[in-house]
Every structure is written in structure tokens, then in C-alpha cells.
């Protein structure tokens, strides 16, 4: 089967998301396009500590919100790979990389962080 390709179209609707979050007060600690092994598409991975997380469906429903808010239409709404701040797989990434000055546009892959095995990663921010 084909590998996925991240395209210029995706990181762009992908900064649109985070940016609708940042309005939203929602600011995402960790954004992140990534090939993980368990999906044949790419995901938009958040974590935030300001998207509620009391249920598994809370958060996606904030994001969601601010989606359609920012006039994003549902079509060009990307997949999205919402974990918890003290997921195994954001902890790591926060602790190798929340040091670093400016982590737009990294690429990552080829590496294990948590519980997670990273194919390739475009990075918007990791604080």
C-alpha cells in the first residue's frame, strides 16, 4: 500500500486549527502532524492543558467548536489525535524538545517517544 503524504495544503489547514485554538483560549502545548504506525493517514496530534479532558469526547467536542468557529469547512477538518498532557508519548516529546527556543517546521521520525513510535512528524510547536 502507498505511503500518505503530508502535503503543503495539510500543514496549512493544520496552522488554521491551531491558530482557531489560540483565539479560542484552547492553546495547544504540543501540535504536531504525525505518521504513526497505527494509522494509514496522517494525524493532527493536540495536547493542551486548556481543552477539557474529563471525558474522551470533551476535548474533540472544544475543538470542534472552534473548527467551526474559525469557518473551517468540515471537509478540510483533519483528523485529529487529541491525547492528555501526561500521555507517555506527549511527556516525552515535551521533554526532549519543550527547551528548544523555536520548534516550527522540525521534522521528527524514525524514534520512539513514550508509548508511541514516531514514522515522521512536521511539528508546529512542543512546549
Known amino acids: ?4 503524504v503530508l502535503v503543503s495544503f495539510d ?3 493544520g496552522k488554521e486549527v491551531i491558530d482557531a ?3 479560542e483560549g484552547k492553546t495547544p502545548n504540543v501540535a504536531l ?3 504513526l504506525p497505527d494509522y494509514e493517514n496522517w494525524r493532527l496530534v493536540i495536547a493542551s492543558d486548556r481543552l477539557d479532558q474529563s471525558s474522551s ?3 474533540y467536542t472544544e475543538i470542534n467548536a472552534a473548527i467551526k468557529k474559525a469557518g473551517i469547512p468540515m471537509h478540510q477538518k483533519p483528523s485529529i489525535f487529541l491525547r492528555s498532557m501526561d ?3 506527549i511527556r516525552d516529546l515535551r521533554r526532549a524538545f519543550a527547551s528548544a527556543a523555536d520548534t516550527y517546521g522540525m521534522r521528527l521520525g524514525g524514534q520512539m ?3 508511541k513510535y514516531l514514522e515522521d512528524a512536521f511539528v508546529y510547536r512542543i512546549r
Do not use: Y
Not at 500500500?1 to 500518505?4: I, N
Open 1 to 4: 500500500m502507498d505511503q500518505a
Open 57 to 59: 469526547r470533551s476535548g
Open 87 to 89: 500521555n507517555p508519548f
Open 33 to 35: 502532524w504525525a505518521k
Open 113 to 115: 517517544f513514550g508509548d
Open 11 to 13: 500543514i496549512e489547514t
Open 21 to 23: 485554538l489560540d483565539r
